[in-house]
């Protein structure tokens, strides 16, 4: 599976945009880009997920670059409840869905 | 929908006992899988399932079993705990057909201390 790359932490103010990059240089062609986070404890919740287009749900938006190589997870409108450790993966149905889970971003909303 | 359900939530173990963890999905997925979170650190994978029968090791299988009987149940099952088996346990399960990848959903966890 392709390793990702994401920085360790970044603070963010409530009710501004959230903008988290992740790199992913060695990603093939048939592995796709998963956001997962996790508040506190808890389990992981999924945010989303791209191949190669853009996509938006009622979480957030993933952008990724015309060659794959990155992405950047946007929360629109941050708030308090955003923050927790946000993990950017690839991942295949090839590989069975397996997760590999790196540090992750950890994401501090403040007021 | 219950979604991802794990039991216990919390066990104290002592070295050199067995005791297994339990998990339950009711959404029909075929994948399901095992993971471990030691503190401040990102889960890793033990054990994953694509189907009733059929288990695989991850990246860190040893000290622990699985089977997966049905579809719906995957428990994991700790022979000798070690004081290294402390830990949080996370289930996660995933529908997994052949035209599109889907997300997987997690349960809350078995947190796990050997003493």
């Known amino acids: 599976d392709a390793k990702t790359t994401q920085p360790t932490s970044m603070d963010c103010a409530e009710g501004r945009a959230a903008n988290l990059p992740c790199n992913h240089s060695t990603i093939s062609g048939n592995e796709y880009v998963y956001w997962y986070r996790q508040i506190h404890s808890q389990g992981p919740q999924y945010i989303i997920h791209?191949?190669?287009n853009n996509e938006t749900n009622e979480m957030a938006s993933l952008i990724i670059t015309e060659d794959r190589k990155s992405s950047t997870l946007i929360l629109p409108h941050a708030t308090l409840r955003d923050t927790a450790v946000y993990y950017c993966i690839v991942s295949t149905r090839a590989a069975g869905n397996k997760l590999t889970f790196g540090g992750g971003t950890r994401v501090l909303v403040k007021p | 929908n219950a979604g991802v359900t794990q039991t216990p939530k919390f066990r104290i173990l002592k070295i050199g006992q067995s005791m297994t963890l339990q998990c339950t999905q009711d959404m029909n997925h075929n994948y399901m899988y095992w993971y471990r979170q030691d503190p401040g650190m990102g889960l890793k994978l033990i054990y994953y399932?694509?189907?009733?029968?059929?288990?695989d090791k991850g990246e860190v299988p040893n000290g622990y079993n699985v089977s997966r009987s049905t579809t719906e149940d995957f428990p994991l099952r700790l022979e000798l705990a070690a004081p290294s088996q402390t830990s949080v346990y996370f289930c996660a399960s995933s529908y997994s057909p052949t035209e599109f990848n889907t997300e997987a959903f997690f349960g809350q966890g078995t947190r796990l201390t050997v003493v």
């Open positions: 791209g191949l190669k």
């Open positions: 399932s694509v189907g009733a029968g059929i288990t």
